[in-house]
Antibody, heavy 118, light 108 residues
């Protein structure tokens, strides 16, 4: 069973960027892709995008196109999510999640709180 | 984009009773539907995939049904630890996996 450990909480000013990391272990990193999901305070889950850990292909939610970049480092088995031009409504807990292709997410990171405030 | 709609938003049920949660897709997702449970301060946990298959370690009181656009999660006899928020997710459009807005299951 895969395990994902994320980086710690961040506080950013509007207009800044944030980069969240997600360290994978317990499975072959390049076999399953990594998705990112966020959850604003008191709200539901929002799928942000996916990256193939095999070849780096990405698929982003349309509303985040142009502001989000997902990358991976196969040597350190770590995935990254960078979000730019932060706004107050980007304040959320950001999760990385994984599972087999064409399957739901059967393992999740613990979440990273990103607070955007002036 | 496939839109997932859950109902009701909040469900009040007494311990020991049955809870039935609904999820509707804006277009057919076949059986590519998952259910997750989320407790405060925790990441979601996969309960059901393939619309009706329990994930590893999930108790038999959780069951899923449906296909196409209409899905149901049933918890047969509610335990105290089952009170949480439940989300459905379609993955028919993988890797794009849209979620419903959630149903909060609270103690009556």
């Amino acid at each position: 069973q895969g395990q994902l450990v994320q980086s710690g909480a961040e506080v950013k000013k509007p207009g800044a960027s944030v980069k969240v990391s997600c360290k994978a272990s317990g499975y072959t990193f390049t076999r399953n892709g990594i998705s990112w999901v966020r959850q604003a305070p008191g709200q539901g889950l929002e799928w942000m995008g996916w990256i193939s850990t095999y070849n780096g292909n990405t698929n982003y939610a349309q509303k985040l196109q142009g502001r989000v970049t997902m990358t991976t480092d196969t040597f350190t088995t770590t995935a990254y999510m960078e979000l730019r031009s932060l706004r107050s409504d980007d304040t959320a807990v950001y999760y990385c999640a994984g599972g087999a292709n064409w399957s739901p997410f059967d393992y999740w990171g613990q979440g990273t709180l990103v607070t955007v405030s002036s | 984009e496939i839109v997932m709609t859950q109902s009701p938003a909040t469900l009040s049920v007494s311990p020991g009773e049955r809870a039935t949660l609904s999820c509707r897709a804006s277009q057919s997702v076949s059986s590519n539907l998952a259910w997750y449970q989320q407790k405060p301060g925790q990441a979601p946990r996969l309960l059901i995939y393939g619309a009706s298959t329990r994930a590893t370690g999930i108790p038999a009181r959780f069951s899923g049904s449906g296909s196409g656009t209409e899905f149901t999660l049933t918890i047969s006899s509610l335990q105290s630890e089952d009170f949480a928020v439940y989300y459905c997710q379609q993955y028919n459009n993988w890797p794009r996996g849209t979620f419903g807005q959630g149903t909060k299951l609270e103690i009556k």
